[in-house]
């Protein structure tokens, strides 16, 4: 084995020494690359996996769970600003069980937990503030693990409840959250956060719950509408604006081109939320009435006279009865008749509720260029206006179109410049592919060389060795072709000259395999000498 290993050694050694000055330093270079490469594929691959043992810790946790990962030989990584610590992922669940045996982490946040050590002597204060505390810590918790919220803190104010009181006063809650860099909370998100605030609160209204980031800007309105997201009134106009912008400005682009023409919208919101009731009676035509009933009076007697015993007149202003001018005797009579029918009557109650935000009054203006919109009339672009937009007149919508000249001036100025670096970057793509052939080149030309110069080497080594073993097989015969019987002392001494020259021939083997040039020229001093 030993014999093995040194052949091989000396067979590399050898082939190490015939290469040239550039081959041995190519080698030299790619034996320490791949080296380096095995061992940076051999870190990567020995190095853990890590994963989250706990995270959001307080520092006296993160702490106490340090020294506890140090005293037991446990890698970690710190993460998360010190409150996450990070071990091996084949370690997160044995050393989470072995740290909750310890007692750690030791310090909690606030939730349930903190009703686990009240006593039968707590008072009704304490334990309402240890019931709010436990809320808090399970609705920052729960807050927390929204993709993009790094940290929430709650805070709740419930009023205690007062039995004969007509009105309570309301419950409310601010909601203060930090996301992580680059990270901002969307519309939604918000509005998540604002209902599973109020879900969790017994009569929380969600109009009561302000929610603001680390920056100090508020997220949440407090219109209470619970309208698709929690956005102000400015950025729901802006959002309307923007969106009718683009749909009138897609469809001029197909009809004049991109960049022909320019929109501008401006639309009033009606953020106001109005309720409007009515009641409709109908009662259908033939239908027989429900009850019926007639009333008759009829009088028959005789009329009012001057005669004795009968007072007629008028009352007059000081109360006293003036006597009437004349009068006559004659009989009266009359009949009177009424008749009530109760008709079946059908009642309609309707009731509409209007949700804030619709369209009040929107004015479009419309500028087109001149040269773009020769062939095409501004009434035709207006009525098309018109349909895209959805213009109602009657309500106060104004829209106006107007054919100018634009200024090209910038467009064209820009054009130049991507035009100029597009030439730029063609030129210097240009040049890096001629670069990268020039050195192509160089390097196939010094690795040609290198190829017939250890070629033309090899050839001279293979013309030395032949020649040697040539003149030492002449010998060998010319010595063979005498028959002569020596002595015993004799052939000792031959014996001993010819391991001298089996020797004196590896030597001279060995020679020509690492020098073989060297050996060429020394035989051919020789031979010319002869």
């Not at 919508?397 to 970057?425: C, G, I, N, Y």
């Amino acid at each position: 084995m030993r014999t093995t290993i040194q052949r091989t050694l000396s067979r590399y050694q050898q082939t190490f020494n015939a290469f040239a000055p550039g081959q041995k330093v190519v080698a030299v270079v790619g034996t320490l690359g791949l080296l380096l490469a095995g061992f940076m594929v051999f870190n990567w691959a020995s190095t853990p996996d890590y994963s989250p043992l706990f995270s959001n810790m307080s520092s006296k946790d993160a702490s106490a769970v340090i020294e506890k990962l140090d005293a037991d030989g446990v890698p970690y990584e710190i993460s998360g600003g010190g409150g996450t610590v990070m071990v091996p992922q084949d370690q997160v669940y044995s050393t989470r069980i072995a740290l909750s045996g310890e007692g750690l982490p030791t310090s909690s946040d606030g939730g349930y937990s903190l009703l686990d050590d009240q006593g039968i002597s707590t008072s009704k204060f304490q334990e309402q503030t240890s019931f709010k505390r436990a809320m808090e810590g399970e609705l920052s918790r729960t807050i927390g693990a929204i993709d993009g919220v790094e940290t929430a803190v709650v805070h709740l104010a419930l009023p205690e409840k007062q039995v004969f009181a007509d009105e309570q006063d309301p419950a409310t809650a601010s909601v203060l959250v930090a996301t992580r860099a680059g990270t901002t909370l969307q519309a939604n998100q918000v509005q998540a956060i604002v209902h599973l605030i109020a879900s969790s609160i017994d009569g929380l209204d969600p109009a009561k719950v302000t929610v603001a980031d680390s920056t100090g800007q508020v997220l949440s309105t407090d219109d209470g509408s619970g309208s698709a997201g929690t956005s102000s009134r400015t950025q729901q106009v802006d959002d309307y604006q923007s969106e009718m912008s683009s749909r009138i400005q897609q469809t001029l682009d197909r009809v004049l081109g991109p960049g022909n023409s320019t929109v501008t919208v401006t639309a009033n919101l009606d953020f106001d939320k109005s309720v409007q009731e009515s009641k409709t009676y109908t009662t259908k035509e033939g239908a027989k009435p429900l009850s019926q009933s007639t009333q008759t009076e009829e009088y028959n007697g005789p009329g009012s006279g001057n005669g004795v015993g009968t007072i007629g007149g008028v009352v007059g202003p000081d109360g006293q009865m003036d006597s009437p001018v004349g009068g006559t005797g004659a009989d009266s009579a009359y009949k009177k008749e009424s008749k009530t029918s109760d008709n079946a009557v059908d009642t309609v109650v309707e009731t509409r509720e209007t949700a804030p935000g619709g369209v009040d009054t929107q004015h479009i203006g419309v500028v087109v260029d001149t040269a773009a919109a020769r062939d095409i009339s501004t009434e035709d672009l207006g009525a098309l206006i018109i349909a895209a937009a959805g213009i109602d007149e009657g309500r106060g919508d104004t829209f106006e179109v107007q054919s100018m000249p634009f200024d090209r001036t910038a467009e064209e100025a820009a054009a130049a410049e991507l035009k100029a670096a597009a030439a730029a970057d063609k030129k210097a793509n240009m040049n890096e592919a001629i670069r990268n052939g020039v050195l192509g080149g160089i390097v196939a030309l010094m690795l040609a060389l290198a190829w017939f110069k250890g070629r033309k080497r090899s050839k001279a080594r293979d013309q030395a060795t032949t020649y040697v073993v040539e003149q030492l097989r002449n010998e060998s015969a010319a010595r063979a072709a005498v028959p002569v019987d020596p002595p015993a002392a004799v052939l000792a001494l031959e014996s001993s000259e010819q391991l001298k020259a089996e020797e004196i021939r590896a030597e001279l083997a060995a020679l020509v395999e690492r020098q073989p040039e060297e050996v060429a020229s020394l035989l051919r001093g020789w031979l010319v000498q002869n």
